[in-house]
């Protein structure tokens, strides 16, 4: 009988043991379950950033390829461009492709209007211009005209008062009207043309009659049978004048 009891004893020791070994193996279990769990959940993180890396590297060959492809066939020996020859891409491509930027239809309007504007004002500033030295001719030209229908006037009026007393009243008087007459004409740039004495210059003088004196040099106006004029800076009327050989 004893030796039954230290045997009922045993086994009830080693299941007792036997509980506990289970019970510690199941605690460490559930604290190792949660490190693993945190484990799995970092490791498929990592997987699924490597794969994301992966992706974007993929997609970067994919996109750098072109470029490679026209960088070797713009460089010589298939090296890359530089920074220089990408700027100058754009525009080899408009180059090639023989196109231009469009312009803006209002841009065009206003640089036909100010070309249109600008050939007015030059157009406007030439009339003016001709405008002006046409009615400067006119002016001289009429003006011209009048002053050699008074000279014939002013011709009688030296005739007149040549010969006669200008203690006379009447006479005097005619000599007050042909001095003011004078006055008038030199102030409209009528001024006499001096020959007599002076060398004949056919720009002014108009010789009728040669005379030979050797007491006089030759070539030299001797006497001036009538009175020539100059208009401001033109010939109004050729003096009529003798000549010496």
């Given at each position: 009988?004893p030796?039954?009891?230290n045997?009922?004893?045993?086994?009830?020791k080693?299941?007792?043991?036997?509980?506990e070994e289970?019970?510690?193996?199941?605690?460490?279990?559930?604290k190792?379950?949660?490190e693993s769990?945190e484990?799995?959940?970092?490791?498929s993180?990592?997987?699924e950033?490597?794969?994301?890396e992966?992706?974007?590297?993929e997609?970067g060959?994919?996109?750098?390829?072109?470029?490679?492809?026209?960088?070797?066939?713009?460089?010589?020996g298939?090296?890359?461009?530089s920074?220089?020859q990408?700027q100058?891409?754009?525009?080899?491509?408009?180059?090639?492709?023989?196109?231009t930027?469009?312009?803006?239809?209002?841009?065009?309007?206003?640089?036909?209007?100010?070309d249109?504007v600008?050939?007015?004002?030059?157009?406007?500033?030439n009339?003016?211009k001709?405008?002006?030295?046409e009615?400067?001719q006119?002016?001289?030209?009429?003006?011209r005209?009048?002053l050699?229908?008074?000279l014939p006037?002013?011709?009688?009026?030296?005739?007149g008062?040549?010969?006669v007393d200008?203690?006379?009243p009447?006479?005097?008087?005619?000599?007050?009207?042909?001095?003011?007459?004078?006055?008038?004409?030199e102030?409209?740039?009528?001024?006499p043309?001096?020959?007599?004495?002076?060398?004949?210059?056919?720009?002014?003088?108009?010789?009728?009659?040669h005379?030979?004196?050797?007491?006089?040099?030759?070539?030299?106006?001797?006497?001036?049978?009538?009175?020539?004029?100059?208009?401001?800076?033109?010939?109004?009327?050729?003096?009529?004048?003798?000549v010496?050989?």
């Amino acid at each position: 009988m004893p030796e039954d009891k230290n045997t009922d004893n045993k086994e009830l020791k080693e299941e007792a043991e036997a509980a506990e070994e289970t019970q510690k193996t199941a605690e460490e279990a559930e604290k190792e379950t949660p490190e693993s769990a945190e484990t799995a959940e970092a490791e498929s993180a990592d997987a699924e950033d490597t794969a994301n890396e992966e992706t974007v590297s993929e997609a970067g060959e994919a996109d750098s390829e072109p470029e490679t492809e026209e960088s070797a066939s713009d460089g010589p020996g298939g090296e890359e461009a530089s920074g220089d020859q990408a700027q100058d891409k754009p525009k080899r491509f408009w180059q090639k492709a023989g196109k231009t930027p469009k312009k803006d239809k209002r841009d065009e309007q206003i640089a036909e209007l100010q070309d249109k504007v600008a050939r007015q004002l030059a157009e406007f500033d030439n009339f003016r211009k001709r405008t002006e030295k046409e009615k400067a001719q006119n002016y001289a030209i009429g003006a011209r005209d009048v002053l050699e229908k008074l000279l014939p006037v002013l011709d009688n009026f030296e005739r007149g008062l040549k010969d006669v007393d200008l203690e006379d009243p009447f006479a005097a008087g005619m000599d007050k009207v042909y001095k003011q007459m004078v006055t008038t004409l030199e102030g409209l740039g009528v001024t006499p043309i001096e020959a007599e004495g002076k060398e004949f210059d056919p720009n002014f003088h108009n010789a009728v009659m040669h005379v030979e004196d050797e007491n006089i040099g030759e070539n030299i106006v001797t006497q001036e049978l009538q009175k020539g004029y100059m208009y401001k800076d033109q010939v109004l009327r050729y003096a009529m004048v003798t000549v010496a050989n």
